[in-house]
């Protein structure tokens, strides 16, 4: 079967000829027997100019199209061109919509045929794809894409995409393609001959690479071959010297001892092996992961014990799969297996997942879903949800399917559950106990702590890296949050005012038991309790809301979003805790009744099909969810706790938006008890010391009580060499002038020295205001030949921003908090780094001021003893931005004049490594800047 695909793309001023838009560019690439046949690209004239943003997209201008042809003389050759074809492109609704109007105002009869849309298609067969988009698709799959924007070449390169989707769809395994083909008839493009075409092709061997069940392909899981064990482990010591004197040379060109690396190498084993916890900073250059990745793999082999490697990013942990651990299994001639664990609910649960499947009515994103994770499990060896992405973005679309099939402890069905043995989570967690390094996130491993899970190996040796985020993570995970959205899951798997799914379902199998009475009496009380539910929960956040509201300030309402801390024995705080009563009476007598109907039926459970068991599985889930809400509005709004700390964010535009927190305010003794006391741990990151000395880290950790060793990593980089840092003395300070003000002024400053630097400017904020208000400054009065780029401003998330900056010559980019850490932009890309303000803490953060007021309590200074060294800490992170590599050289701008006039200033000086500081005024700066850029010696 081979058909005629015709491919187009038009470039138009805007999405309709009924708004007055119009084409300009119109490129036809005819696709028959697997490669382009005929092309078409031409301009067309349109009767307005052409925007400029329009023209700074395409790069098509008023004089490319003046002696163009205009629609109606073009027409007659698309149309020969469509005849007997199926419509493609990329993103075909836009197209095909545009291209029909176009039409008709000739007074043709629109394209009414077959259409299939590349977008689509590679959503489904492309399933991990970081984009869907034209141009990262022919990048990522190297196919030729000349011009991205222009017509001929988009057509051409849509017209490559669709040759590679249709050939990928030949190679998926039969019993993909019919569930596929079943389908196909609720999909935009029309694939029906495309699948059945595929059957044919594959026909009924059997493929080993892949493993069928229950008419579900997976991909073969294949164990990690571990090479076998060719010698014996020599001692740490003496393995090391090897590596530095051999191996180390060989598999590094130009190889350099690190003598820091080393030391820090040596420290962890004998820490690991004589069980005391440690203390390690190891700044950028020091080749941190490697100094705690090999003593920790050597110790692991020779103790038969796995190590638990936990980091906050997932950059992180990406970084240590892609690079540090594959060269791991070089150093070691004994096998080393490594092995990834998240928590349960990232992965997909395949009994939820098969019942997914099954469902016949549902929205189209859910069918598009269905068809990509149909696709993506004949891929996947992990199950993590993570890898592939699904329709409806961060929307709550995205959420609700993932909420259908991710796994969970409450409704699993064990040995009665034939998809037991090849569950992923369970096979993480098998594969984890077995393994010699297991890379995790510090929220799993604080979350199996609290719940006692039980999902990491007790007892075994624990590396934290980024350990300066330990307090933060630690103290949100023992900590509960309550919001409105904590409803909406439980009135969606009761499919309650919808379609009643899973009740509807229990009633009709108490049929099959005799429960039927029971059952549907039961079945009323949910009814009508679920009315009160809706009605008293709104009313429950729309209290919270006008509380909140209530007492926040003017200016933060104007904002939109609201952060007020209150306290639970406050006399005004009567309402809300008088409204969360009546929640959580009818939340309990809410349970009491799905228990009643679950133990009917968990009692019948011998005589039950999988099938039946799965429904009833999936109502204990409920009254899971129903006892978190239950907990979180107790431990939130009524406990009478002293030592946590409550607040509430909310907006006056959606009380949906309204959430409420509650933290402890020191987890100190927790760590100690739950952590540090039951396991060696080792503790890193670039940034754990305030003036050289790891006090503050060890006393907000729980550290102090334990004999804990500590060790300073030198960066092997010539900071004296390579960095200045510059404090211009005639910017004024923010209090001394009004914010508008002295946004304008710091503007003025980082085009000054952006002219010198030529962009390549990283500025950090410590508020989004400021930088909102800097950013408008700046866009005001910046020569045209640079890009600004702000965080919270310029659509994108922070890697997309981060990738633009690379791309971008002369580009200036706005960042505040998540752009202060784990952000690496080595090499001429990055020359300067403005820091406008030192990183303290908003003293009105509810967290902040509950444990400042702790200290204070305990007669000493909060500022001294809390808020100063987080910002210090937070200012190395800042700081290290910089310098990523042996050759980088820049200079940093501090436009904060305390860190030079007063005494806790030089503090910020004194922790970082040994720079040069110049402070003077701003134009002297710029001149010293010039001169040390141009220094090439």
Known sequence: MEKKYVVIDLETTGHSIKAGDEMIEIGVAVVEQGHVTERLSAFVRPKKPIPPFISQLTGISDLDVR????????????????????????????????????????????????????????????????????????????????????????????????????????????????????????????????????????????????????????????????????????????????????????????????????????????????????????????????????????YAIEHETPIIVSTHTIQLQEQLFARDLPLLRQLFDAPVDITLLKGRNNYIDLRKFEFFLNETEEPYNFTLAKATLLVWLTETTTGDLEEVSLPGGAAQGNIAIKQLIQSDSQSQLGRFDPWFSRDFFQHAVRRAKDATIIVTNHALLFSDIQYEAGVLPKGCPLILDEAHQIEEVASHHFGLVFDGHSFDRIFRQLGFSADKKLLTRLVSLSDQFDLTEMVEAHSEVIDETMTELIEEADNLLMIIQAYGLDLSSRKERREGRVTVRFKRLDHSMRAVQESAKRVELVLRRLRQAIRAIHKLFHDQREHMSYRERSVVADLKSVIGQIEDVENAIFET??????????????????????????????????????????????????????????????????????????????????????????????????????????????????????????????????????????????????????TLLSQGITQGSRQRLMKQFKQLDACILFGTASFWEGIDVPGDDLSCLVIVRLPFAPPDQPIVQARSEQIEQQGKSSFFEYSLPQAIIRFKQGFGRLIRTTNDRGVVFVFDRRIETTRYGKRFVSSLPNVPVLSKPLQELTAELELFLNDTD
């Open 67 to 298: 002696d163009a042809d205009t629609f109606d003389v073009i027409a007659p050759r698309v149309l020969s061109m469509l005849d007997g074809g199926v419509f493609v492109a990329h993103n075909v609704q836009f197209d095909l919509t545009f291209l029909n109007e176009a039409l008709e105002e000739e007074g043709y009869l629109p394209y009414t045929g077959p259409v299939i849309d590349t977008v689509e298609l590679a959503r489904i067969l492309l399933p991990t794809a970081e984009s869907h988009s034209l141009s990262h698709l022919t990048e990522s799959l190297q196919l030729t894409h000349q011009e991205a924007h222009r017509a001929g070449s988009d057509a051409e390169a849509t017209a490559e995409l669709l040759l590679e989707l249709l050939s990928r769809l030949r190679e998926l395994p039969l019993d993909t393609l019919k569930q596929l083909r079943r389908l196909a008839p609720k999909l935009f493009s029309a694939m029906e001959e495309e699948i059945d075409f595929a059957i044919q092709a594959v026909g009924i061997e059997t493929d080993d690479r892949f493993d069928s069940f229950r008419k579900i392909v997976l991909k073969k899981r294949l164990d990690p071959e571990l090479m076998p064990n060719r010698s014996e482990l020599q001692p740490f010591g003496p393995f090391v010297d090897h590596l530095n004197q051999e191996i180390f040379p060989k598999l590094f060109n130009g190889y350099e001892q690190r003598t820091g690396q080393l030391e820090m190498m040596r420290h962890v084993y004998q820490s690991l092996d004589q069980e005391v916890p440690l203390l390690v900073e190891a700044g950028t250059g020091t080749g941190k992961s490697l100094g705690y990745l090999v003593p920790a793999t050597h």
């Open 637 to 786: 709004m009524l406990a009478p706790h002293d030592e946590t700390v409550s607040w509430i964010e909310t907006t006056a535009k959606n009380r949906k938006l309204t959430r409420i927190y509650t933290q402890p305010i020191d987890i100190s003794e927790r760590l100690y008890r739950d952590v540090f006391s039951k396991r060696t741990s080792i503790l890193t990151s670039a940034t754990l010391t305030v003036s050289n000395k790891f006090q503050f880290i060890e006393k907000r950790l729980g550290l102090s009580e334990l004999e804990t060793r500590r060790f300073i990593v030198p960066s092997p980089f010539g900071y004296a060499e390579k960095v200045r840092l510059m404090v211009p003395t005639d910017l004024p300070l923010l209090q001394d002038v009004p914010p508008a003000k002295y946004a304008e002024t710091i503007a003025e400053a980082i085009i000054e020295i952006a002219e010198v630097t030529e962009g390549r400017m990283l500025v950090l904020f410590t508020s989004n205001d400021m930088l909102r208000q800097t950013h408008d400054a700046t866009k005001q009065a910046l020569p045209a030949r640079f």
